[in-house]
């Protein structure tokens, strides 16, 4: 196991900002860590990457703690954004943290691998949002670690630079496990192999995208024509109108559509919409986001 | 990575991050020269003995510049940067980075005082030989201890905004009190009383003991009371930082 997390509790003063979490990263996964604002994300990564310690459960890393230097060999992280000394060259930065890694490739080899080929000389102080953040994923990679920690690795930019970002960090995940932070739905549906969605400092879902989907988002059946009297149905299905279309919410929407064929009443323009992620994480979290 | 790549690893980001920023060169290694060039070469030139003092003075000016701003507005500034939060996720611990960071300070102020000797030497009677300008450089390095721990303790007591006017303060008042500027015996009556007390002065008396000028035990054991009492307030600002930040 690389990260294990076993009941972890952290308060602030009054705030109670991770409740008993539960949760570990094992070999070559990719676990998104979603959550509204304030629901304790960022305490999550802090414990994971020993910036802070846990009042009471335990988080191990590697089976040591999180906070050993030597522990921390295996690990590589991402500065908050644009945290960079501004006079320091790109290349210095990913020399630099490479330096602290006895496995690490030629700082050349990681600014090719990222994209940073002509940024290399560039100063840290004169880089865009987006050359910022693919500079601090070159950095979190530079000392070619096992196990990779990303606290919200895109935030603030295009939708064009989150994709090729997207990219590059599927491009160099081989071999290692990543754990990251998101606000962005679409982004842990399109890098991780499981996701955590937490608030308040508890665990709410644990696994694949798709369960996520299947479990909490809720399918829709729209067309054009009547909607049928729910006697007739015998399961739960709720009809709206919008924009000349009968809108119905229901969990089966095959037994829908059959039950609509043999009423024989009018119909057309029936599309089906599977669930979406970001319907899923509103019902799970209770609509904050 | 053995602890000694990662200092030096360290130690070149903080000089390349330093030297090219000019609003710390100019006045950590330009300003105790340009001093000495405008408030103690009238009186330097007036012989050797003047010379020999007011040039050991501002070298020691210049060890506590350094000592001063490095650690306190280096730390006050950075301890709050998304950068430093970054470095603790590193594999190094807090010993090696202090050292690194006592490395760096080191290099900037056998600098600045170089400036100082340099200019003495081109435009005063300045009259040390090989050995005392070593000795000189030594003991530059030895009287700047407690300043780098009154300057942690800046660092970690005073906000990033507060810290240049605080360091700066310090600075000036203790340099011109402890008769680094002008000599002690020319400090107006009321300062003369307190002048013997302060770190500024039991480093001159360090100095100023290469050339006979000054006790250097008196110097010695006034700073070793600074050195004790500013490693307990440092260290308080060290763990207060911790508790809030990384408990």
């Not at chain 2, 202090?98 to 600098?111: D, E, H, K, S, W």
Request: net charge neutral; hydrophobic share 50%; aromatic share 8%.
């Amino acid at each position: 196991m690389i990260l294990e997390l076993d009941r972890i509790s952290k308060s602030y003063g009054a705030v109670r900002a991770l409740d008993e979490l539960c949760f570990a990263v094992d070999r070559d996964e990719i676990v998104a860590v979603l959550g509204p604002n304030g629901a304790g994300k960022t305490s999550t990564l802090e414990i994971a990457l020993g910036l802070r310690s846990a009042d009471s459960g335990r988080a191990s890393l590697f089976g040591a703690s999180p906070r050993d230097a030597a522990t921390r060999r295996r690990v590589g992280a991402t500065p908050q954004d644009s945290g960079f000394p501004d006079a320091l060259r790109v290349e210095e930065l990913v020399a630099f943290a490479a330096a602290h890694y006895p496995g690490a490739p030629a700082a050349a080899q990681t600014i090719a691998t990222f994209g940073l080929a002509d940024l290399a000389r560039r100063r840290a102080g004169q880089l865009s949002g987006g050359e910022s953040r693919r500079v601090a994923l070159a950095l979190a990679f530079a000392g070619n670690p096992e196990f990779v920690v990303l606290d919200e690795p895109t935030t603030g930019l295009d939708v064009e630079s989150r994709r090729r970002l997207w990219e590059t960090v599927r491009g160099a995940s081989g071999g290692r496990s990543i754990l990251f932070t998101t606000h962005y739905l679409e982004e842990a549906e399109a890098l991780a192999t499981r996701i955590v969605v937490i608030d308040r400092g508890k665990m709410l879902f644990d696994g694949d995208p798709r369960d996520l989907r299947e479990r909490f988002g809720t399918r829709r059946v729209s067309y054009v024509g009547e909607p049928l009297p729910s006697a007739a149905l015998g399961f739960e299905a709720s009809a709206t109108r919008a924009n000349g279309h009968v809108v119905v919410t229901t969990a089966d929407t095959d037994a829908y559509v059959r039950a609509l064929v043999r009423a024989g009443v009018e119909f057309s323009d029936l599309e089906i919409a599977r669930p979406s992620l970001e319907e899923a994480f509103l019902t799970i979290t209770g609509g904050a986001k | 990575m053995n602890p000694l790549s990662t200092v030096i690893a360290h130690a070149r980001l903080q000089l390349m991050d330093l030297f090219r920023s000019p609003g710390y060169v100019v006045p950590t290694v330009g300003f105790p020269a340009l001093f000495f060039a405008l408030l103690a070469l009238p009186y330097a030139r007036s012989g050797p003995g003047a010379a020999d003092q007011l040039t050991l003075s501002y070298m020691a000016f210049a060890v506590i510049g350094v000592a001063l701003y490095q650690f306190g507005v280096g730390i006050a500034a950075e301890r709050g940067r998304p950068w430093e939060r970054y470095l603790r996720t590193l594999p190094v611990s807090t010993a090696e980075r202090f050292a690194a960071r006592v490395v760096a300070a080191t290099a900037f102020g056998l600098l600045a005082a170089a400036v100082v000797a340099i200019v003495a030497r081109l435009f005063t009677p300045v009259d040390l030989s090989a050995l005392q300008w070593l000795q000189s450089f030594a003991y530059a390095l030895i009287g700047g201890v407690p300043f780098v721990l009154i300057g942690i303790a800046v660092g970690y007591g005073v906000s990033a905004r507060a810290a240049v006017p605080v360091a700066t303060a310090c600075n000036l008042v203790l340099a011109y009190a402890g008769g680094l500027w002008i000599p002690p015996r020319e400090l107006p009556a009321a300062l003369q009383m307190v002048s013997p007390y302060l770190p500024t002065r039991a480093f001159g008396d360090l100095m100023w003991s290469i050339d006979g000028g000054a006790s250097a035990a008196h110097g010695l054991v006034v700073l070793l009371a600074y050195t004790a009492a500013f490693a307990a307030v440092a260290a308080l600002g060290y763990r207060r930082d911790e508790r809030v930040r990384y408990a």
